[in-house]
């Protein structure tokens, strides 16, 4: 539970940082929190807002770029965000920690089977071979408390490795995970897209081990909205969620122009997102944006088992109406 109490110590001096740094907000404007990869959605209606009649006429957004979600979640549960890319692990800390009443309203992207899977890589010259040949060692992870720990925490205990005792973890972002490792400052990392297919295209490194793993269909971030925003602002919540599923389908329907937008988010190179951006070795992604709650529960019941969070229902966080898709 140490990250919830981190989680807890962080969020007033963030929210003040936030609220410092912005204006006033006018009535129909939407504080959102969004980081990267992976949010092809979002970032169509960032970067392609003339697609999306209703983005500065019924409703505006005022948009924050994040390190990862346990920073926006923060944010949210001190008022000083209205909807954000999240974790299902950090939205949970939310509730433990910081009291956080949220909807989840859509979903961005999910391991399927045979797709990418989220993993640690180390040199091919590493004599670590095994995961539990992890004891001892400097393990990279992109934020400490972050979604991806609670799969990573059931592989090592299933290979006799304490997470908490038998290794040194620190956080590395998806962004210089490859150069923490090139360099010698962690042992393994983990590795996501677009680093991952960055990294195996240089050569030198080797996959230990994925997160599929640990368990299927693994979600990795959704998007949740505060209750009390939800209930006081309903049809403006819906015009979002109806934007979100519209910005699924069009990054879905045109893949040239999503490499375009991807591009001009992460400034990855276009020859790099096209080995994998929507292709059969990419995260999975719902035509609609539709959340798998069955999936979500699942990875709540993983975290409980683990000991990093109490047994939380993922019912809690349904809206009845407000959900994607939504036309």
């Known amino acids: 539970m140490r990250a919830v109490s981190r989680w807890m110590l962080a969020t007033g001096a963030l929210a003040a940082m936030i609220s410092g740094a912005s204006p006033t907000w006018a009535q129909q404007t939407i504080r959102v929190g969004w980081t990267i990869p992976a949010e092809e959605s979002k970032y169509w209606m ?32 001190a008022g000083a965000l209205d909807c954000a890319t999240q974790a299902p692990l950090s939205l949970a800390n939310g509730v433990v920690g910081g009291n956080l009443k949220a909807y989840i309203v859509a979903q961005h992207v999910f391991e399927k089977p045979g797709g990418f899977s989220v993993y640690w890589a180390v040199m091919d010259d590493s004599p670590i071979k095994t995961i539990a ?8 992870i992109s934020v400490i408390g972050g979604g991806t720990q609670g799969p990573f925490n059931l592989l090592l205990k299933q290979n006799g490795v304490d997470p908490a005792k038998d290794i040194k973890l620190v956080e590395v972002g998806f962004a210089v995970s490859e150069d923490a490792l090139r360099q010698g400052r962690v042992d393994a990392v983990n590795m996501n897209q677009p680093f991952a297919a960055r990294a195996e295209a240089k050569g030198g490194t080797r996959k230990l081990f994925s997160l599929s793993q640990a368990m299927p269909n693994i979600v990795h971030i959704l998007e949740a909205c505060r209750a009390d925003f939800v209930d006081k602002n309903p049809e403006l919540v819906k015009a979002y969620v109806r934007d979100i599923t519209s910005g699924m389908k069009k990054a879905l329907a045109n893949r040239e ?30 035509p609609g944006a539709a959340p798998n709650f069955p999936a979500i529960q699942k990875m709540l019941d993983i975290y409980a088992e683990t000991g990093m969070l109490p047994k939380l229902d993922v019912a809690q966080f349904k809206h009845p109406t407000i959900v994607a898709p939504l036309q």
């Open 257 to 286: 122009e999503t490499l375009k937008v991807v591009n001009e988010v992460l400034k990855a190179p276009l020859p790099v997102l096209e080995t994998y951006l929507l292709k059969d070795n990419d995260f999975g992604r719902d």
């Open 133 to 140: 040949d992890l004891k001892g060692k400097t393990v990279g």
């Open 46 to 77: 960032m970067r392609r807002p003339a697609e999306f009649p209703d983005i500065g006429k019924t409703y505006n957004i005022e948009w924050t770029q994040f390190q990862g979600t346990a920073p926006m979640t923060q944010a949210l549960a």
